[in-house]
């Protein structure tokens, strides 16, 4: 994660960063495809792993195989929806259309996604499938892996992949072939899914979720690029901001998901479910019921010491200086974000359980998005509250005040 933010930091200077601005916006989008995807593909089969449903080679290949068939098709959809959102964001800021610069989002967003699906789809599956030989919960490894690779091997892509397009952004028919390529191959992965006992569920019923978590991230990818054009520090933390919440809600959601997999049938309250709506917040850490209560507290626990570590790494990264105002906001802000993740998934984990959804599906996704949005947002908040204690040598000098009536830089460069 801090590898992921200091790549940001550097890929931000780029040409291609610098000439597309709405490239930014992809960011958290497509970083959050670790949560959309990975993670709830991780989530999914660790579940499949604990019930024993994948238990010899046979069962082992059609889970394998199912899933990257599945993943491909979201992540080529939620890639071309996530670039159709950067779009209008470019429209927004230009009040025009630029066929070069709107290929190369699609494009750029649609084979970002589809490969980092597939890199990391099989690191996951492979990881799960070792950890069940070795009778190691998958809960407790896959689902970090995933997120925790999934920033800088996704941001490392988006770079290397939108700048290779840029390059030859005027021989769009290379554009057009590519994006026709991908949209060609999703009837067959969808013939094949549908095949298959372990994704078909998903295929039919996976989609609202993974849909309204891309729309949250492009959101917040359009709050990220308003963000860095007043203060360009924010860049390097957002990976470590985003990364850390969507870990560690991911891994409760997770294990919350398991054990109600193990105690009770969807569509009926667990019988360790909260009675009272407002107990929630209480049981999620501290109700002797709730079989994961000393999970909740020990990832709510190492929200401030990792947060302390890697700050401090980056600082040590970047050679700066540090403010005593930073990080104490900073501690503050990334906790409350923390907190608020943790017993909304708890919410989220019985609440879709008793609609009879399965929240391996369900909640991942969403946890994700809502915290890749909590925290650009409450990165943006901490940034101007320091600035507010008198600190203006953070601010982008060539920018004006924050609450003028233009958001949108109007510096896109016409390709």
Known sequence: MVAAGVLLDEVQKWELFLNIKEIIVLVPALLGLKGNLEMTLASRLSTNVNLKEVNDRQSAKDAILGNIALTQIQSIIVGLLASFIASITEFVAERTFYLKNILILIVTSISTASLASLLLGLIIMFIIIISSKFKINPDNIAT???????????????????TLFYKVKDMIYIHFIVIGLFIILIPFLVIYCNGNKFVKETLYKGWTPVIIAMIISSLAGVILEIAINFYTGIAIFQPVVNGV?????GIFASRLGTSLHKTGNKGKWAFWAPKKFYLYAYDAFFSFTNPEHKTGLVLLGLTLPGHTLFFFIIYLIKSQNLSTQLVLFYLGLIFTQVLILLILCYIMVHVFWRWNQNPDIMCIPLLTAIGDFLGVCLLFLCFHLVYLTGQIEIRNS????????????ANTTVI
Do not use: C, E, K
């Open 144 to 162: 970090p892996i995933a997120a925790s690779l999934g920033d800088v091997v996704t941001l490392a892509i988006l770079s290397s992949i939108g």
């Open 245 to 249: 919440g969507g870990n560690i809600v």
């Open 398 to 409: 060539t920018t004006g005040n924050i609450f003028s009536t233009s958001y949108f830089p």
